[in-house]
């Protein structure tokens, strides 16, 4: 036998002694055997053998005795239903008790005893109590209809008591209304459609009564109910508003975030303008900013709310900066302090300020958030972020050692964010580079030189320099520092040869890092199979990155401000995610939710609005800069035209026809000459030009115009991805200097082999130029007719054919009025509009006509004449729908 | 609501378990136990939710309290209520300790049992509940007194009990605060306010209707209005712009909104009737005058005045100034005029403390540090310098003008009730910049 009979024996022991004292004469020893039982059910041990003889000492006058009787009961009455029954007498006998609090007793205990057989025997019992002259009893007995229900619901609505229930709602005794709202809020959350508790202007009225008198948690019970209740009118919302604005003083935090949510609800109701929903307003914030002088559990409880208060509306205004020193003084010195502090939008603006006066602090770990936070804002609020580098260079110049670190691992993140806006502060970052200690501030500096070592004249120097203490280096620094050189190598190779050698072999060779050597390795193979697929893939086009809000969806919003003060707010997850069955399940709304406020509206607006940054200039200026080292275009074979057809076809069934419409419009204003960059944008460059198709090819005419008082050398041009592949054919034929005031006119022979990537407007053109001072960005469109090619004459046949094949809703008509057409098919034939056919029909002359696009794509029109009323009908042979504007016929015509 | 609420030792032992709802098992006592008690990086959260179970912690010294469920509660009001269970249990019986827990654990289960209802929390006034959970017995009470109590418990005044009798009417007013600031080394306020609160022992009589009054600048500008004989320069100067307050339940709040008027009954005995926050116009009992000098590598001089600036009959107490030093200080010689001086190496700072201190005096510290010659490159970042003290005004400057008592029932008066008043001004962060 093993050491485990003595464990039994002794347990046996211990309930036979148990036993024995239970059944003892004595009261006192009866009363020490009990609690001797409650003890050890309560560390865990099982005494349920003991429950006859427990029960059995129930049986007394001695209410000490009988209420830990009772705890024992409610322990154990579901393992031992049968015996459990033995105690129904003791209750009902109990529930006549001529001491209120006994029958109190007697009815709380009954409602915890979960057995089928016996609440059957507690009904009458029931009944008695919630009409029982005291109302301690009401009050015990209206909680115990909620436990009840949560055993048996059938038996509670048969047995009629959500209507007594609900008439104690209108009880003389404030606790017994709060408790019967209490119990009457649980059991309709399990019935979300039943009519239960009916809230209407009476019974709301008599709640707002027992509001002023009932207990702080009653109070809560109250104010969480009335946040259910939608109000009939502003009116009605007001005066609830108004009465249950006293409540923010009051000390229960509960009771203030309970009355928060229903002011924030019926909020919603008030019109905008009205001078009460200011007040209201200005009201919210003080009481709000009390509760984080809270203990830390219920500032953590705050803030997680205020967090979603203040992203529904601007309460806090001018409290903002007190709210900021709470966060510094308050969570500093709690064990809350990690906390992320999440702020909006419009604080990030408000903030910018206050955070650089912050960040010249002393405190370093919170200058550190301080930095952080500013970086965030740049990410976040694209309107705000120029501000934000200003700000944060204003902050490297003060020189200090952790500042600088930070703002430059910040800087990093902005460059990714916004490529191509900020890099002109690389030199100021540069000049840092010897302060840096920490492998973050390290890793990111790395990164930038790396990225942008085009731009840095001694990059291949400043790599140098980190790479004499490669090892002691972190890893993340060392990867760091392995990626950018191969950059550097793929955009400089002639003189960064050796580095490159000399980084790989460290990496690969020097080091036990697994990740440093397969890196390495990867990069070695890359770079001795490939260097053109190593250019892809090292200097590939990098995803935006963008902040990971903290802003909550707008519905999910709405939910959990009907859920302040709750777990859901803690969560900021709405109770369905956390709540098992069918409990809060329903999900609430705002009463306004479908006017949704103009704040808020605004500011989901801003977080969700496209960032307005040509999407793949990361990629162009890899390309732009590598013109030496990149055969021209032209010495790969020019796709089959099928192939391009299909691309084409591709980008353009992404619904891209459609705004063809747009860019037909605008072909008018682009014959014409336009400025693309003006020269205030490139820092004295001017770029003017126009798109022109001559003798086959495609041809962008330019004048360059030099408005700066230095020299200009060194031009090249490169173009982004763009929907019909345009792509220079040659070099840009700049070959003398540009001297100050000069112009000169250059012709670019373009193809249409590039890359495609469909742009919207569609014939948006990004364009890059070079020169020795920096690279210069614009865009610009050219007219679509540009691309219609010269064999865009279609078989009669296979044009009727094609033509009855496009379904109707793919075609559109156009009326174009006030058109003096006067063209003949020659003249249209000169811009590759080719009529097939002509007929007239009820003195309408119908032309038939057919182009064809660069990338293969037909466009079949139809023209029908009436005197001062041409008709254009266009149609495409994909099927794909193409909307024509008279301002095209007229280009069409005219050029 | 609630489900389940367990109490723990520093182990992890649970000492009370009291389950209220059926959807909590016995295994949720072991899921907080190994997910938050052991686990092995602390948990900074107070609420965790470990499959799908919320729990809410506080902890008392090495107790910890724990309330458990599965739904979506209230959760500011189960922290309320878990703060209440503490107040509770330590007016029942003293300190919240493991000993005093195990002690008193019938006693605590039946508190549970009338404090929290199917995990609603009920009247938890430890004034109310003292009158018929007294761990005595309740069998000689009379039906008078039965009804009596139950009225009491559900009553409006929940948190007082009818009958209470002294010889000697009295109450006395605590006025503590604690001012915090922040100064650049130029003298300018960064920010400063002042938390304060209003504690009440009340020793009275019956029932009484109590009604405060403080120089509430929206108070005394309405009074201003009203009187003319008042001068309203004066008044208006004497008050104090309250930028929030809340209050004990016992205070009727819709009066309090309509009227700024602060009536009640209170409790017996000692409680918290408000607490007060002011940004404006603060009295800032003392100024640090900051001069730190770098004299080569290898010394720093250092200079701290200060200035106390109130009454010259007031007198500051328990002062202490704290001036951090470099993490590479190798010796410090002092010299203070007042108090005493030291150089604590293990908190990196020069602690000068000063017993007492009249208003309007001056007091200045020289002290030169020496440093040990470091090739870290990083600047010493020049910590704040800090202060403690404790002011028998209040740096808010708020006023009691009145605590009128009036007890129709009883046949005593505002006058015969003895009234004390005492105003404690403590520092809370007060910082000066050097």
């Known amino acids: ?895 | 609501m609630i489900g389940g609420l367990f109490i723990y030792n520093h182990k992890g032992e649970v000492l009370i378990s009291r389950v209220y709802r059926d959807d909590i098992g016995r295994n949720a006592v072991d899921a907080f136990r190994v997910n938050v008690i052991h686990a092995r990086q602390q948990v900074r959260s107070p609420v965790t939710n470990i499959a799908r179970t919320s729990f809410f912690h506080v902890k008392r010294s090495n107790i910890w309290l724990a309330a458990v469920t599965k739904q979506n509660v209230n959760a500011a009001m189960v922290f309320e209520f878990l703060y209440k269970m503490c107040d509770v249990m330590t007016a029942y019986f003293g300190k919240i300790s493991e000993e005093n827990i195990k002690n008193n654990f019938v006693l605590i289960y039946e508190l549970l049992d009338e404090i929290l209802d199917f995990g609603y929390p009920q009247n938890s006034e430890t004034g109310a509940l003292k009158t018929f959970i007294t761990q005595q017995g309740i069998k000689g009470q009379t039906k008078e007194e039965q009804s009596q109590i139950t009225s009491q418990v559900t009553g409006q005044i929940g948190w007082r009990r009818e009958g209470i009798k002294y010889r000697r009417n009295e109450l006395f007013l605590d006025v503590l605060e604690s001012v915090n600031l922040l100064m650049s080394p130029q003298g300018q306020v960064l920010s400063a306010h002042v938390s304060g609160r209003v504690v009440m022992k009340s020793y009275l009589s019956g029932m009484p209707e109590c009604k405060f009054g403080m120089n509430d600048k929206i108070v005394i500008d309405k009074q201003g209005k009203g009187g003319a004989s008042d001068d309203p320069g004066k008044s208006g100067k004497q008050s104090i712009a309250i930028d929030d307050c809340t209050f004990h339940q016992c205070v009727r709040l819709s009066k309090f909104d309509s009227e700024r008027s602060i009536s009640f009954i209170p409790p017996d005995g000692e409680y918290e009737l408000m607490r007060y926050r002011t940004t404006k116009d603060i009295i800032l009992p003392f100024r640090v005058i900051p001069l730190v000098r770098e004299v080569g590598r290898t010394k720093l001089e250092v200079k701290v005045v200060i200035k106390s600036n109130f009454k010259p009959s007031l007198l500051a107490q328990k002062i202490e100034v704290r001036i951090p030093t470099p993490l590479n200080t190798s010796g410090v010689q002092v010299i203070c005029m007042k108090g005493k001086a030291k150089y604590k190496a293990s908190e990196n700072a020069i602690v000068w403390k000063i017993k007492r201190m009249a208003g309007m005096k001056e007091s200045q510290i020289s002290a030169e540090i020496e440093l040990l010659p470091t090739n870290d490159k990083k600047k010493w970042a020049r910590p704040p310098i800090s202060m403690n003290f404790e002011v028998p005004f209040a740096p808010s400057g708020l006023k009691v003008r009145y605590l009128k008592v009036f007890e129709s029932k009883l046949n005593y008066s505002d006058h015969d009730v003895i009234k004390w008043v005492r105003y404690i001004g403590r520092s809370g962060i007060y910082e000066t910049r050097c």
């Open chain 1, 1 to 895: 036998m093993t050491d485990s009979k003595y464990f039994t024996t002794t347990k046996k022991g211990e309930i036979f002694e148990l036993k024995a004292e239970l059944n003892s004469d004595k009261k006192e020893k009866k009363k020490e055997a009990v609690k001797k039982v409650i003890a050890s059910m309560t560390v865990g041990k099982d005494v349920s053998a003991l429950f006859p003889d427990v029960v059995n000492c129930m049986q007394t006058d001695n209410l000490e005795l009988k209420k830990l009787v009772y705890l024992y009961l409610m322990n154990y009455a579901k393992s031992q239903p049968d015996m459990a029954i033995m105690a129904v007498n003791t209750f009902v006998k109990d529930c006549e008790d001529p001491n209120p609090l006994i029958r109190a007793l007697a009815v709380r205990t009954m409602g915890c005893i979960r057995v089928d057989k016996i609440t059957e025997y507690l009904c009458e019992p029931l009944r008695k109590c919630l009409k029982d002259e005291d109302p301690y009893v009401r009050k015990t007995a209206a909680v115990c209809v909620a436990k009840l229900h949560d055993i048996n619901a059938q038996l509670v609505e048969d047995q009629g008591f959500l209507d007594t229930l609900k008439d104690l709602i209108s009880d003389s005794n404030p606790m017994v209304v709060a408790n019967a709202v209490a119990a009457l809020s649980e059991i309709a959350e399990s019935h979300p459609n039943s009519n239960l508790l009916d809230l209407n202007p009476q019974t709301i009225n008599k709640l707002l009564t027992a509001l002023n008198e009932c207990t702080e948690w009653g109070q809560i019970f109250i104010l969480d109910c009335l946040a259910n209740y939608t109000p009939r009118d502003d009116r009605e919302s007001q005066s609830i508003c108004e009465r249950v604005t006293p409540r923010l003083s009051h000390a229960n935090s509960a009771v203030v975030l309970s009355a928060v949510k229903v002011l924030m609800k019926f909020m919603e109701m008030l019109p905008k303008d009205l001078d009460y929903y200011g007040t209201l307003l200005k009201k919210l914030a003080p009481p709000l900013v009390t509760l984080l002088s809270a203990e830390p559990e219920l500032q953590y409880v705050a803030l997680r709310n205020i967090n979603l208060i203040v992203q529904r509306r601007y309460v806090l205004g001018d409290d903002l900066r007190r709210m900021f020193l709470y966060y510094s003084l308050v969570l500093g010195n709690s064990r809350l302090s990690p906390i992320k502090v999440m702020f909006t939008i419009a604080w990030y603006i408000t903030v910018l300020a206050e955070l650089k006066e912050y960040a010249t602090e002393v405190d370093v770990d919170f200058v550190r958030k301080a930095v952080r936070a500013i970086g965030r804002c740049a990410i976040k609020v694209e309107q705000s972020a120029e501000r934000c580098v200003s700000t944060l260079l204003d902050l490297i110049q003060t020189k200090v050692n952790y500042v600088v670190q930070e703002a430059i691992v910040v800087i990093k993140d902005i460059f990714r964010k916004y490529p191509n806006k900020y890099e002109s502060v690389i030199g100021t970052l540069c000049e840092n580079l010897d302060s840096l200690d920490e492998p973050e501030a390290r890793a990111a500096m790395i990164w930038i030189v790396g990225e942008y070592a085009e731009r840095i004249d001694n990059a291949d120097e400043l790599l140098e320099s980190f790479l004499e203490g490669f090892h002691d280096e972190s890893t993340q620094v060392q990867l760091q520092l392995l990626t950018a050189i191969v950059k550097l190598f793929l955009k400089k190779p002639t003189e960064t040869q050796e580095l490159v050698q000399q980084v790989l072999s460290l990496a690969t060779q020097d080091s036990d890092n697994p990740d440093l050597r397969d890196r390495g390795y990867i990069y070695w193979r890359l770079l001795s199979t490939d260097p053109v697929a190593a250019k892809e893939v090292v200097l590939a086009e990098k995803p935006l990155i963008s902040e990971e809000t903290d802003l909550i969806e707008p519905t999910l919003l709405e939910e959990l401000i009907c859920h302040i003060g709750t777990l859901a707010s803690v969560y900021h997850k709405p109770p369905s995610a956390f709540v098992e069955g069918s409990r809060g399940v329903q999900h609430k709304r705002l009463a306004g939710s479908s006017v949704e406020s103009p704040d808020a509206g605004s500011a989901a607006g801003a977080s969700e609005a496209p960032p307005a940054v040509i999407p793949s200039q990361g990629d162009l200026l890899g390309d732009l800069l590598n013109l030496d080292l990149t055969p021209p275009t032209t010495a790969g074979p020019p796709p089959p035209p099928s192939s391009g057809m299909q691309m084409g076809a591709m980008d353009l069934l992404g619904g891209g026809l459609d705004s063809l419409v747009g860019l037909l419009h605008n072909t008018t204003l682009l014959v014409s000459v336009q400025v693309w960059l003006p020269a205030m944008k490139a820092k004295g460059l001017e770029i003017s030009g126009t798109f022109a198709r001559r003798a086959g090819v495609i041809q962008m005419e330019m004048t360059l115009t030099n408005k700066a008082m230095s020299v200009m050398t060194d031009f090249a041009i490169q173009f982004n991805r763009n929907s019909f592949g345009l792509a220079p054919a040659g070099p840009l034929q700049v070959l003398s200097p540009l001297s100050p005031n000069q112009s000169i006119e250059v012709t670019l022979p373009l193809n249409t082999v590039g890359p495609v990537m469909k742009m919207d407007p569609l014939n948006n053109l990004q364009v890059a130029v070079k020169n020795n001072i920096d690279v210069f960005y614009f865009s610009c469109q050219y007219p679509i007719s540009m691309l219609f090619v010269e064999d865009g004459k279609m078989e009669r046949q296979v044009f009727l054919a094609t033509w009855k094949d496009i379904p109707n809703d793919n075609e559109s008509q156009f009326q174009i009025k006030d058109c003096h057409l006067n063209a003949s098919s020659s003249k249209l034939q000169g811009s590759n509009i080719f009529t097939i056919a002509k007929r007239t029909v009820e003195g309408q002359d119908m032309l038939y006509q057919s182009m064809k696009l660069t990338n293969g794509i037909w466009l079949l029109a139809e023209l029908r004449v009436q005197t001062g009323n041409p008709n254009y009908t266009v149609s495409t042979v994909l099927g794909l729908f193409m909307s024509w504007s008279h301002n095209t016929v007229v280009v069409l015509v005219l050029c």
